[in-house]
């Protein structure tokens, strides 16, 4: 399984973005898929995933501005992020998991992950 993650860039506070992750392999669909983040000198944090049957998940700092979707036809997954801050600046994360796990929130949930896009929200 191979994901390309795409779409971040430079925008200003209050601002749209949508990310993109294309997913190789046969197991898109039977997966639950994550959006995780890491700005400079921090961890990687949770952001949102979505489980194998449509269900949704997000952290507290974005709850209500960011949204993320499946799309198991194309083998993508999606995060539209509105209202960006200055603080949701950092690199993001997709990521593939098995449905037999529980915490979606959770880094070890997930078995692979794309190589990252950079978003960036000016003040």
């Known amino acids: 399984v191979k994901l390309q993650a795409y779409g971040g860039g430079l925008v200003q506070a209050g601002g749209s973005l949508r990310l993109s992750c294309a997913a190789s392999?046969?197991?898109?669909?039977?997966?639950?898929l994550a959006w995780f983040r890491q700005a400079p000198g921090k961890e990687r944090e949770f952001v949102a995933a979505i489980n194998w049957s449509g269900s949704t998940y997000y952290a507290d700092s974005v709850k209500g501005r960011f949204t993320i979707s499946r799309d198991n036809a194309k083998n993508t997954v999606y995060l539209q992020m509105n209202s960006l801050k200055p603080e949701d600046t950092a690199v993001y994360y997709c990521a593939q998991g098995r449905t037999t796990m529980t915490y979606l929130n959770r880094r070890y949930s997930y078995d692979y992950w794309g190589q990252g896009t950079q978003v960036t929200v000016s003040s």
């Open positions: 392999g046969r197991t898109f669909s039977n997966s639950n």
